[in-house]
């Protein structure tokens, strides 16, 4: 299995300024096929997760553009460019290149 | 609009079996990979496993002897079954969908809680 690190374990941050979670995994990414099946979630108090990143670096539909994805093989980062009031939240990578899909541990982002 | 709804007893007792449907609206069944994940204390995220049209499923093999997904294409709704639970298993039941290839979990149910107690 697959086992995915993601660091800090909380981000507490000022509105404004921006933020990164680094996930590290086990094993390299790289699918056979070519592509790399790292995503990123959100997930709101109270709410289930919601898919940000795709295959390391895609936006999916409705996402803003302050969120972007970057990394290769093992070591991926999700970057917010200015952090906002409704990021807050828990944020999970998630690999799907291998099964089982596993997931990181999770990130809590929190306003100073 | 696609979206995917959980339902179940929200308890179950040890020793029995959790059996949860999740019931698909504006989307058609054979378009995806029918997921279900679970949210637990001890174990944070955990993938579950799937369940496609043509009836192939996969499963992740700490669970395998104790899951089974389905699907009934007339009702649009997939179902998990996970049989001899124990406290371990109470959390948050979600079911998503993945496009084939994507690798990725497009839409999320809202997700049902199911608790493991006498």
């Known amino acids: 299995e697959i086992v995915l690190t993601q660091t800090p374990p909380s981000s507490p941050v000022t509105l404004g300024q921006p933020a990164s979670i680094s996930c590290r995994s086990s094993?390299?990414?790289?699918?056979?096929?070519?592509?790399?099946?790292l995503s990123w979630l959100q997930q709101r108090p109270g709410q289930p997760p919601r898919l940000l990143i795709h295959?390391?670096?895609n936006r999916f539909s409705g996402v803003p553009d302050r969120f972007s994805g970057s990394g290769a093989g093992t070591d991926f980062t999700l970057m917010i460019s200015r952090v906002e009031a409704e990021d807050v939240g828990v944020y999970y990578c998630?690999?799907?290149?291998?099964?089982?899909?596993?997931f990181g541990q999770g990130t809590k982002l929190e306003i100073k | 609009q696609v979206q995917l709804q959980e339902a179940g007893p929200g308890l179950v007792k040890p020793s029995e079996t959790l059996s949860l449907t999740c019931t698909v609206s504006?989307?058609?069944?054979?378009?995806?990979?029918w997921n279900w994940l679970r949210q637990t204390p001890g174990k944070g995220l955990e993938w579950i496993g799937y369940?496609?049209?043509?009836?192939?499923?996969a499963y992740n093999s700490p669970l395998k002897s104790r899951v089974t997904i389905s699907l009934d294409m007339s009702k649009s709704q997939f179902s998990l079954r996970l049989s001899s639970v124990t406290a371990a298993d109470t959390g948050m039941y979600y079911c998503?969908?993945?496009?084939?290839?994507?690798?990725?979990?497009?839409?999320w149910g809202r997700g049902t809680l199911a608790t493991v107690s006498s």
């Open positions: 998503a969908a993945e496009a084939p290839g994507a690798g990725q979990f497009d839409l």
């Open positions: 094993q390299s990414l790289v699918h056979r096929n070519g592509n790399t099946y």
């Open positions: 998630m690999q799907a290149s291998q099964f089982p899909y596993t």
């Open positions: 504006g989307a058609s069944i054979s378009a995806y990979y």
């Open positions: 369940v496609y049209y043509t009836g192939g499923t």
């Open positions: 295959k390391i670096s």
